[in-house]
T-cell receptor
Framework: ETGVTQTPRHLVMGMTNKKSLKCEQHLGHNAMYWYKQSAKKPLELMFVYNFKEQTENNSVPSRFSPECPNSSHLFLHLHTLQPEDSALYLC????????????FGQGTRLTVV | AQKITQTQPGMFVQEKEAVTLDCTYDTSDQSYGLFWYKQPSSGEMIFLIYQGSYDEQNATEGRYSLNFQKARKSANLVISASQLGDSAMYFCAMKPPGSARQLTFGSGTQLTVLP
């Protein structure tokens, strides 16, 4: 079992749908992240949560809404998405205050039709 | 601001040979960490190796080693004795130490190991 688990692995949704991506980490970390990976583009940091508090929002459109109810769970709520939002969404976690790597989940491959 | 540059969009290597994946970076920070991740077609980002900016020795992890040249701001990944399972995208990344933010990634290099 990986330390960071994302569900679902694949998601196809219409532009008028509302869906949520889920991330759970079993590593005892206190920081969690959402990244977007589009084809032929570097990973883009979307949101950062430290100790359940959002500390960064990198100019992400409001149709993406994060939620972090506790330090082990992170959600990304999606509504009225556009086709260009189709991408691989990766969740990661790390330990704030330590110079260690971030651990990633396997990602959710999202297709907006 | 930090920036990572990977100039090789694709690389090929023969099985059992060594390969070097290039990474250069730009930062005004005196202290920072450099990372390499592997992303197979399944999508998961797998951590490979870490180098701290004040580490005097190059990092090594099994078949992976990091050729760190601080003055040239380069952090190349060397994979020795390539295996077919090494075929994947490889990303170089950096961040300030002790911070959970700003893990900046390069655009990646697609490595294909040939039998």
């Amino acid at each position: 079992e990986t330390g960071v688990t994302q569900t679902p692995r694949h998601l196809v949704m219409g532009m008028t749908n509302k869906k949520s991506l889920k991330c759970e980490q079993h590593l005892g970390h206190n920081a969690m992240y959402w990244y977007k990976q589009s084809a032929k583009k570097p990973l883009e940091l979307m949101f950062v949560y430290n100790f359940k508090e959002q500390t960064e929002n990198n100019s992400v459109p409001s149709r993406f809404s994060p939620e972090c109810p506790n330090s082990s769970h992170l959600f990304l709520h999606l509504h009225t998405l556009q086709p260009e939002d189709s991408a691989l969404y990766l969740c990661a976690s790390s330990q704030e205050g330590r110079n260690t790597e971030a651990f990633f989940g396997q990602g959710t491959r999202l297709t907006v039709v | 601001a930090q920036k990572i540059t990977q100039t090789q969009p694709g690389m090929f290597v023969q099985e059992k040979e060594a390969v070097t994946l290039d990474c250069t970076y730009d930062t005004s920070d005196q202290s920072y960490g450099l990372f390499w991740y592997k992303q197979p077609s399944s999508g998961e980002m797998i951590f490979l190796i870490y180098q701290g900016s004040y580490d005097e020795q190059n990092a090594t992890e099994g078949r992976y080693s990091l050729n760190f040249q601080k003055a040239r701001k380069s952090a190349n990944l060397v994979i020795s004795a390539s295996q077919l399972g090494d075929s994947a995208m490889y990303f170089c990344a950096m961040k300030p130490p002790g911070s959970a933010r700003q893990l900046t990634f390069g655009s990646g290099t697609q490595l294909t190991v040939l039998p």
